[in-house]
Every structure is written in structure tokens, then in C-alpha cells.
């Protein structure tokens, strides 16, 4: 059974930053791709940036690139969102994903993040 617990969400004016990160437990932390995904007030749960289990393969949406980096440190069983220039639209509940042996099945708690403009 694999968990994962986010943290470092909050709020912060517009043009600012953040860095997220999602600690993981159970499983091989390794052998799984992990992602963030995000929710606003009604609106469908979107994945904004997913990084393969070795960290080769990275993937941002295009309404985050150049602004939002993910990566991850296996040893340290955890996966990190660096978000800069932060924008109103950006304000959501972040969720850490993991795919393990499939497509993406576990989900953490959520963070909130709220940008004020």
C-alpha cells in the first residue's frame, strides 16, 4: 500500500513561489511515476506536471511551462512542484499522484494553494 502526504502549500500574492512536495511511503518508490495534479472551485481535477520513476521523462502542462518544475529524489522517497510567478488561476488543491503497476492510483490528501492578486 503506498501513501503520500503533501505539504508546502499556502498562501501567496501573485508573482511569488512556492515549492510543494509529497513524501511517499510503501512500495518501491522507484519503480513508479508520480505527478501533481490540481482542483479549483468547479473545475475537473487536472494533472499539471508527471515525471517518470528514473526522472528522465518529465511532463508540464502548457499553461504551467516555464513556470512550474517538477522533479523527484528517490532516495529521499519524495517528489517535488517548485512553482514560480504564481498567478490567481493558479489557486487550486494540489494532489500528489503515484502510478504504481498502472495508471495513476494513489492520491495524496491535497494542499491548498491560493494566490491573491
Known amino acids: 500500500q503506498v501513501q503520500l502526504v503533501e505539504s508546502g502549500g499556502g498562501l501567496v500574492q501573485a508573482g511569488g513561489s512556492l515549492r510543494l512536495s509529497c513524501a511517499a511511503s510503501?512500495?518501491?518508490?522507484?519503480?513508479?511515476?508520480t505527478g501533481w495534479a490540481r482542483q479549483a472551485p468547479g473545475k475537473e481535477r487536472e494533472f499539471v506536471a508527471t515525471?517518470?520513476?528514473?526522472?528522465?521523462?518529465?511532463y508540464h502542462v502548457n499553461s504551467v511551462k516555464g513556470r512550474f518544475t517538477i522533479s523527484r529524489d528517490n532516495a529521499k522517497r519524495t517528489v517535488y512542484l517548485q512553482m514560480n510567478n504564481l498567478k490567481s488561476e493558479d489557486t487550486a488543491v494540489y494532489y500528489c499522484?503515484?502510478?504504481?503497476?498502472?495508471?495513476?492510483?494513489?492520491w495524496g490528501q491535497g494542499t491548498q494553494v491560493t494566490v491573491s492578486s
Open positions: 499522484a503515484a502510478a504504481v503497476a498502472g495508471p495513476y492510483n494513489y
Open positions: 510503501g512500495g518501491t518508490f522507484s519503480s513508479y511515476a
Open positions: 515525471i517518470s520513476r528514473s526522472g528522465v521523462t518529465i
